[in-house]
Nanobody
Framework: QVQLVESGGGLVQAGGSLRLSCAAS????????MGWFRQPPGKEREFVAV??????YYVDSVKGRFTISRDNAKNSVYLQMNSLTPEDTAVYYC???????????????????WGQGTQVTVSS
């Protein structure tokens, strides 16, 4: 069982930055693929980024602006978000799943564990 707790959301002006954090419980954190998803108002939940055994992958809309990283010693994963736009406004969720090292999942149903979400609002 893995419990995830996100933090770091808030209100920021367009062009600004935020850093989201996700703290995970469990002794085998390093083995888990960690993903970030988001759900904009009135829309479906969508993939943002994943990190798995050092490999990273991003949705095209955030490439060059967002960076996912992890600190296995702290059981934490981060999402550094720069050059934010109003289109980035969403509830951001951290998710975890154990799929081995050869695959980086990007679909929500592939993740077994989810955090409660943190609101990010970007004003224009």
């Amino acid at each position: 069982q893995v419990q995830l707790v996100e933090s770091g959301g808030g209100l920021v002006q367009a062009g600004g930055s935020l850093r989201l954090s996700c703290a995970a419980s469990g002794r085998t954190f390093s083995r888990y693929a960690m993903g970030w998803f988001r759900q904009p108002p009135g829309k479906e939940r969508e993939f943002v980024a994943v990190i798995n055994w050092g490999n990273t992958y991003y949705v095209d809309s955030v490439k060059g602006r967002f960076t996912i990283s992890r600190d296995n010693a702290k059981n934490s994963v981060y999402l550094q978000m720069n050059s934010l736009t109003p289109e980035d406004t969403a509830v951001y969720y951290c998710a975890a799943t154990n799929v081995g090292s050869a695959y980086s999942p990007t679909l929500a149903y592939e993740y077994a564990y989810w955090g409660q979400g943190t609101q990010v609002t970007v004003s224009s």
